[in-house]
């Protein structure tokens, strides 16, 4: 059992500074996205017999998005991010304050299926095929909505928004 909770631990360790950032970038809201990290990985090490074996940060990032997907669905009220832009998150290698505002701001403009084709896609550096597959769409739809997003962030903004993702 110790073993298999130190597994867990290190994994947790290497895996939050990722989870969390595309977190914020689903959401735009640093704290919503402590909290939806964290649940995604107390839900991964639910199942860690069954997910160590396979591709474990998969697990976590497609757990993650599904509980955005969720708390949508159930909101009731347009959540506002609050101070969440003015946070940065210490852990992770991130552009510049005023490029990551602007990257979290483009990003609340697209719907949320865009926002996860685009964080999965250029975030997670994901093929198409395996966006496709972590969202449970066909490969031509994850294309048009991506398609459909760029050239949203096009419109809306002046820098290019793909090269800071990568960050």
């Known amino acids: 059992m110790a073993g298999r909770e130190q597994e867990f631990d290190e994994f947790a360790y290497a895996a939050w500074p990722k989870l969390h950032r595309s ?13 939806l ?7 991964t090490y639910a199942k860690w017999r069954t997910v160590r074996s ?4 998969a697990y976590c990032r497609r ?17 506002i991010g609050g101070g ?17 505002d602007q990257i979290v701001r483009l990003l609340a403009q697209l719907t949320e299926r865009e926002r996860r084709v685009v964080v999965l896609r250029h975030y997670y550096d994901l093929s198409e095929a395996n966006v496709a597959r972590e969202l ?3 490969p031509g739809t994850v294309k048009s ?11 809306c903004g002046d820098t290019p ?3 800071e993702m990568y960050r």
Do not use: C, M, S
Not at 37 to 43: C, D, H, I, S
Not at 54 to 57: F, P, R, T
Not at 63 to 79: A, H, K, Q
């Open 23 to 35: 977190a914020y970038l689903l959401t735009g809201d640093h704290h919503l996205a402590e909290d």
């Open 145 to 155: 909505t991506l398609a459909r997003a760029l050239a949203k962030l096009r419109v």
């Open 161 to 163: 928004v793909e090269e």
């Open 54 to 57: 396979g591709d474990a940060l």
């Open 136 to 138: 449970g769409i066909a």
């Open 37 to 43: 990290a964290q649940t995604a990985l107390e839900r």
């Open 84 to 100: 969440a832009l003015g946070h940065a998150d210490p852990g992770a290698a991130d552009p510049r304050p005023d490029d990551r």
């Open 63 to 79: 757990v993650l998005v599904n509980l955005n997907v969720d708390r949508i669905r159930r909101r009731r009220f347009f959540e």
